[in-house]
């Protein structure tokens, strides 16, 4: 059988989750490897993507101590999941930044070679995210979507998969899902194109409800309910040479989601805002105070098949996929996250 080239598979993934096609010619050489450590560890530099007012497992693992000696290498801003996802694929990053569960099933239907080594967060019961319109809005109902603007982070990601099937519930056929328009937004800019009619619905976090005069229409947890909906994925290459590292910093990050879970919420939201204080970058604080969770149903960010199932069975339902074409161990592995309650 002939193997595809990877790079023609990270262009068609890139075309699938619908970003433009600004992807490298050619993948970044990795640093040559330095001698042989005594704790195995074949780099103790990993580079990341960041969000601005916001703490990732990843980050919380680094400032508790589980990744040592290992230290993070901020790279930038990441702008959604997929973008995340092809920065660790090109070596811009070593891991993507907290990913859509359903962009990394159509990146292992697409072939490229990556993989989903742990869970970054999933939906709850939340008492405040979820997608607004503004509260006087004639808008309250899947139908009345129809022919309106909805704001999104990034096209074919999280916002564009519980959309459509918000609206498939609601009993639109696809002709009248097409007449629904998502409309980019850049980061941080949702609350003000929602307040000045720029878009019709939004997806809005704790401040923006609390300064009121919107109304939630739908929400995430309404639609598939306890979940992983977020991932952490890395580069099949970065993990093939990189083994050790890879399983320090997916353990740790594992620890990490335990730690939160183990303590109570004020306490974690504590060292949230210490966390974003050491690091100096230009944000704030604002968003954390309404932290809850990060809603990973399983102990450690492990995986099961059943995690990526509603992904799988949408692709298969859109044609874009065929029955049992999808094998689970390549979306997923649990190899190197060696997290244990003992």
Same mark, same amino acid.
């Given at each position: 059988?002939?193997?595809?080239?990877?790079?023609?598979?990270?262009?068609?993934?890139? !075309?699938? #989750?619908?970003?433009?096609?600004?992807?490298?010619?050619?993948?970044?050489?990795?640093?040559?490897?330095?001698?042989?450590?005594?704790?195995?560890?074949? =780099?103790?530099?990993?580079?990341?993507?960041?969000?601005?007012? @916001?703490?990732?497992?990843?980050? &919380?693992?680094?400032?508790?101590?589980?990744? !040592?000696?290992?230290?993070?290498?901020?790279?930038?801003?990441?702008?959604?999941?997929?973008?995340?996802?092809? =920065?660790?694929?090109?070596?811009?990053?070593?891991?993507?930044?907290?990913?859509?569960?359903?962009?990394?099933?159509?990146?292992?239907?697409?072939?490229?070679?990556?993989?989903?080594?742990?869970?970054?967060?999933?939906?709850?019961?939340?008492?405040?995210? *979820?997608?607004?319109?503004?509260?006087?809005?004639?808008?309250? =109902?899947?139908?009345?979507?129809?022919?309106?603007?909805?704001?999104?982070?990034?096209?074919?990601?999280? #916002?564009?998969?519980?959309?459509?099937?918000?609206?498939?519930? *609601?009993?639109?056929?696809? $002709?009248?899902?097409?007449?629904?328009?998502?409309?980019?937004?850049?980061?941080?800019?949702?609350?003000?194109? &929602?307040?000045?009619?720029?878009?019709?619905?939004?997806?809005?976090?704790?401040?923006?409800? $609390?300064?009121?005069? @919107?109304?939630?229409?739908?929400?995430?947890?309404?639609?598939?309910?306890?979940?992983?909906?977020?991932?952490?994925?890395?580069?099949?290459?970065?993990?093939? $040479?990189?083994?050790?590292?890879?399983?320090?910093?997916?353990?740790?990050?594992?620890?990490?989601? $335990?730690?939160?879970?183990?303590?109570?919420?004020?306490?974690?939201?504590?060292?949230?805002?210490?966390?974003?204080?050491?690091?100096?970058?230009?944000?704030?604080?604002?968003?954390?105070?309404?932290?809850?969770?990060?809603?990973?149903?399983?102990?450690?960010?492990?995986?099961?098949?059943?995690?990526?199932?509603?992904?799988?069975?949408?692709?298969?339902?859109?044609?874009?996929?065929?029955?049992?074409?999808?094998?689970?161990?390549?979306?997923?592995?649990?190899?190197?996250?060696?997290?244990?309650?003992?």
């Amino acid at each position: 059988m002939q193997h595809h080239n990877w790079k023609k598979n990270l262009v068609h993934f890139s !075309a699938i #989750v619908a970003l433009p096609v600004l992807l490298l010619a050619c993948t970044k050489p990795l640093p040559e490897s330095k001698l042989p450590r005594a704790d195995g560890l074949e =780099s103790l530099e990993f580079k990341y993507l960041g969000s601005p007012g @916001v703490v990732t497992p990843l980050e &919380l693992a680094e400032d508790l101590g589980y990744l !040592a000696p290992i230290k993070l290498s901020y790279q930038g801003v990441s702008t959604g999941g997929p973008q995340g996802i092809q =920065s660790a694929l090109s070596g811009d990053s070593d891991i993507s930044s907290p990913s859509f569960a359903g962009s990394a099933v159509k990146m292992v239907a697409s072939g490229v070679p990556g993989t989903v080594v742990i869970a970054s967060y999933g939906t709850f019961d939340d008492p405040f995210a *979820g997608y607004y319109v503004q509260e006087n809005s004639p808008i309250h =109902s899947a139908r009345d979507l129809i022919g309106k603007k909805i704001g999104t982070n990034i096209l074919g990601a999280q #916002v564009d998969y519980m959309l459509k099937a918000y609206l498939k519930q *609601g009993g639109l056929t696809q $002709e009248e899902i097409n007449q629904v328009t998502l409309v980019v937004l850049p980061p941080g800019s949702s609350e003000q194109a &929602l307040r000045s009619g720029h878009v019709d619905l939004a997806p809005l976090g704790g401040p923006a409800i $609390e300064r009121g005069g @919107v109304r939630r229409l739908y929400r995430d947890y309404e639609i598939v309910g306890d979940l992983t909906t977020g991932t952490y994925v890395m580069a099949n290459r970065y993990i093939a $040479e990189h083994p050790n590292t890879t399983r320090k910093v997916v353990t740790g990050i594992a620890k990490a989601i $335990e730690w939160s879970r183990q303590r109570n919420r004020d306490e974690v939201i504590a060292r949230f805002e210490q966390i974003l204080e050491k690091r100096k970058r230009p944000e704030n604080n604002a968003m954390l105070k309404y932290w809850t969770n990060w809603g990973i149903p399983s102990q450690g960010g492990q995986f099961q098949n059943h995690d990526f199932k509603i992904w799988v069975d949408n692709l298969i339902a859109e044609g874009q996929l065929k029955s049992n074409q999808i094998d689970y161990k390549k979306i997923y592995t649990n190899q190197y996250n060696e997290y244990s309650p003992n």
